[in-house]
């Protein structure tokens, strides 16, 4: 072998290298890049499913406010305050089902009608925290009932058995 291929061996070996680690983060990067847009289009169908159902649900003449009052629910808070939060709270005022505060992890960067903190702050007990965030409900319940100690309900759950 002649000296100029030895000593390009290093060089073609470095470049090697680079291309196959390069590959690999951005067979990683590709991977997130796609598990979040997996799961941007979880939330979008459920966003759409119970926005469908609650639509149905006016249809049919039946609203929130009356589905919370059979259930004894007096005062709620609302856990999510983006549109479907929003939404909610919009929908309960004069409904006879008080919004006592909203609970959001961006509480600070929210202007909406009501008092919003943030999941680790005290919080006044309520009747019941209705989550709009039904993507992360599960854990948003477990956390909630510990801290709470009253009924979470999935916003999803509400509109179906309204």
């Known amino acids: 072998m002649n000296n100029t291929i030895k000593n390009a061996l290093p060089f073609v070996g470095g470049v090697i290298t680079g291309i196959l680690t ?21 939330k979008f169908h459920e ?3 119970i926005l469908l159902q609650w639509v149905h649900m006016h249809n049919e003449g039946k609203t929130i406010g009356a589905y919370l009052q059979e ?17 909610l709270l919009y929908e309960l005022a004069g409904s006879g089902v008080e ?3 909203a609970i959001d992890k961006n509480a600070d960067e929210l202007y ?4 919003v903190y943030r ?5 006044e007990p309520v009747d ?12 948003i319940e477990k956390d909630m009932k510990v801290k709470l100690g009253c009924p979470v309900l999935s916003l999803g759950d509400v509109v179906y058995n309204a």
Do not use: Q
């Not at 259930?71 to 939404?87: D, H, W």
């Not at 909406?112 to 008092?115: F, R």
């Not at 999941?119 to 919080?123: K, R, V």
């Open 22 to 42: 390069g590959e690999m983060t951005l067979g990683k990067t590709r991977k997130n890049t796609i598990s979040r847009m997996e799961e941007d289009d979880m």
């Open 47 to 49: 966003f759409y499913e």
């Open 71 to 87: 259930c004894g629910y007096r005062t709620v808070a609302i856990y999510g305050m983006k549109e479907l939060g929003e939404e």
């Open 99 to 101: 919004v006592k505060y």
């Open 112 to 115: 909406v009608e009501t008092d």
């Open 119 to 123: 999941p680790d702050e005290e919080l």
């Open 128 to 139: 019941a925290v209705i989550v709009t965030a039904v993507h992360w409900f599960d854990g």
